[in-house]
């Protein structure tokens, strides 16, 4: 697939096409990583990794389990 490199301010831009970036998972926003070796550039996408904050607020009193009994101690545990 070919597509065009545009000036973008004092960088360059490169247009991904909606299909390319619909099979990759890419949508805007997506946090990307770049690579140049021997003329080649590579783009590599990364998995977001929600932030603890993000974690914790999706905590509610509908999806908290209850505590899991594993049986007695073993060893020197204490309780």
Known sequence: MKTMIHKWG???ALRIPHALAAHSGVSEGSVVTLES???VITL???KNKPSLRALISAIKPTNIHEETRTGPAIGKEVW
């Open 44 to 46: 590599k996408t990364l």
């Open 10 to 12: 004092n960088s360059l």
């Open 37 to 39: 070796k021997a003329g």
